[in-house]
Each structure stands twice: as structure tokens, then as C-alpha cells.
């Protein structure tokens, strides 16, 4: 049994009082540029999904508590979470230097684009 | 003409005899759901000029009396508890103080049943149907929170240290009743945790 802590309003349970909502940070291609999204990309974001063995990043909501979409780190070896984080955010830095592969990919592409904004 | 009636979804239900907490149906309650951003000052003086009270704003708490509480639900809802006969008077007046506000104020009282589990040992029967350890010091008398109860929505108030009020959709009054009719019969009880005094 998995013990989640909402990181809007507190509330801790075990996962029957949340929802799981699959992977985080996935993002719809056509709402930065819609006139150019291409089949690969529109493909990517409706079926394709990181499925690391290790740290992963996903999406829950506080399904029995403020209602509160917000995101989880969770180690999918050990089941370990390493943090909750909201729902706008990005997981905290030390979070983030922890990722590997597709995930560690995905965060350097994403800060590189924040810092250039 | 059609007329609107009242009519509860556990009319002519009672508690059947041997059970070790006493049980029953709250049918007099106003409810109005009320939403809007807890940080929106417009928002939280309109409806203190309304209501007369402050809304809470900390996770899980209630303010108000017997007469006019509020439940905090969410970071940006509320439940506003009433007797029947008022709501559309409060409604009324949340609704012209709001004018102007980004906010939703709406009557829900026929939306939920509440069940009134009263007596020693009922924290124990509701943990029954709930993960919540409800012997937790949280859950003195004031605290409100949803929860999963017996596999569904529910709504958790706790009036008085060995008094709760559970609310669930109406669809599942009669569900969420035979639930704990059966869990809170005498020779269900499991003492496993000992008196079950209220929490210090
Ligand atoms: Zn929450």
C-alpha cells in the first residue's frame, strides 16, 4: 500500500483515497503551436509514455480530499515517493538530478527552454 | 402545477435493535455549495458580509454554530450548513453580496443524506469503513473532511467528540446505512482499541 501526501491541503492517506493519473509532464503539442503539429509529434502525446524502472514522475489527484490535481516522484523499483510537488511546477532540483534516461532528457530540454524564455 | 416536496431517501428506515451506537437520519439540513478563491479578499469580505462569519481556510475545518457552520471542503469550496427553511434566505444573500465576484453559490441540500452515528465506539465502527485513524488528535470536535467510505464518497464532520456526521450522495443513503447498521452491531464491535475515548 502506497501512502500519499497531498501537497495542496496535507492530507495523507494510503493510495485508495487518491487517483492516479499516469505520467506527468506530458504536454499537448497543439497548445504551444497549433497550425504545426505533425503526426509523429500528436502521436507521441496521445500513446507513447515513458516507462522507466527507477524514479518516475506521475500525475495524482487528491480524489477524496480538496479534489486537487498535483505531482508525484515515485521510485518504481522500491515504491519509494521521493516527492509531491503542484500541479504547475517542476520537481524540486535535488528531484530532478536524480532522473535518468528519457526523464533526465526530458528535464534538461525543459529548464534549457525556461531559462531561454 | 407540480409542487416540489421534500422527500428523504431514508424516510420510514430505522436502526435496527443491538447495535452499540445510536443511528439516525438528519433530514432538517440546508446545504449551499459555495466556491470561490480562498485568496480572493473581494471574495472571502463578501461572504463574511453575508453570512456574518469568517469562511475557514485551514484544510479540514469547519467554523460557525449550530445554526450557520461552514465546512471547508476544498482550497476554493465550501459547504454551508443550515435548517432547511433558511437556505434560500442565505442563498439569497451570498448571491447579492457576491454580485460582481468570481464565485458559485448553489442550494445542494437534497444532493447528500446525512447520517448521525452518535455514542462510546463510534470512531471505531466508521474506521470500519474508512483508512482514516480517526483516533488521530486531528479529528476533535470541528474537524470535516471527504473521504472513502465503505468504497465511496464521503463527507466526515465531527460535531461532537463522540458525535458524527456522515454525509454521502443520496443515490447511497440506503448503501452507506445498511453499511453501518451491519458494521455497528454489538457483537461486531472489535475493541481494538480499547474504551475508544474520544482522542486527547
Ligand atoms: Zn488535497
Redesign the interface.
Known amino acids: 500500500m502506497l501512502v500519499v501526501k497531498c501537497p ?4 495523507e ?2 493510495e ?2 487518491f487517483h492516479a493519473g499516469g505520467q506527468a509532464h506530458v504536454r499537448r503539442p497543439a497548445s504551444h503551436d497549433p497550425a504545426h503539429v505533425s503526426d509523429e509529434e500528436q502521436r507521441d502525446y496521445l500513446f507513447i509514455r515513458i516507462n522507466p524502472k527507477g524514479l518516475h514522475f506521475e500525475r495524482w489527484r487528491c ?6 490535481w498535483f505531482h508525484a516522484a515515485r521510485d518504481t523499483v522500491t515504491l519509494e515517493f521521493k516527492a509531491f510537488y503542484g500541479i504547475t511546477e517542476l520537481p524540486p532540483a535535488d528531484v530532478i538530478a536524480e532522473a535518468k534516461g528519457q526523464w533526465a532528457e526530458y528535464f534538461a530540454k525543459r529548464l534549457k527552454a525556461e531559462k531561454q524564455a | 402545477m407540480s409542487e416540489l416536496s421534500h422527500e428523504s431517501p431514508l424516510a420510514g428506515v430505522t436502526p435496527p435493535p443491538g447495535l452499540s451506537v445510536s443511528l439516525r437520519e438528519i433530514t432538517d439540513r440546508g446545504m449551499i455549495d459555495l466556491r470561490g478563491h480562498g485568496s480572493d479578499q473581494a471574495f472571502l469580505s463578501a461572504v463574511k458580509g453575508a453570512l456574518g462569519l469568517d469562511l475557514p481556510l485551514r484544510p479540514r475545518t469547519s467554523a460557525g454554530s449550530d445554526d450557520l457552520r461552514v465546512l471547508w471542503l476544498s482550497m476554493d469550496q465550501w459547504l454551508i450548513l443550515c435548517p432547511r427553511t433558511k437556505a434560500a434566505e442565505i442563498l439569497a444573500a451570498l448571491r447579492s453580496a457576491l454580485t460582481g465576484v468570481h464565485s458559485l453559490a448553489v442550494d445542494v441540500s437534497d444532493m447528500r443524506a446525512v447520517i448521525r452515528i452518535e455514542g462510546g465506539g463510534c470512531r471505531e465502527v466508521l474506521m470500519k469503513g474508512t483508512s482514516l485513524d480517526l483516533l488521530d488528535a486531528e479529528y476533535r470536535p470541528g474537524c470535516c473532511r471527504r473521504m472513502r467510505f465503505a468504497e465511496i464518497a464521503a463527507l466526515l464532520s465531527v460535531v461532537e467528540d463522540n458525535v458524527f456526521d456522515v454525509y454521502v450522495f443520496r443515490s447511497y443513503a440506503r448503501y452507506a446505512w445498511d453499511f453501518v447498521c451491519a458494521t455497528a452491531r454489538e457483537p461486531a464491535r472489535v475493541r481494538l482499541f480499547g474504551a475508544q475515548d474520544a482522542p486527547a
Open positions: 495542496v491541503c496535507g492530507a492517506g494510503d485508495t483515497d480524489d477524496r480530499g480538496c479534489g486537487k
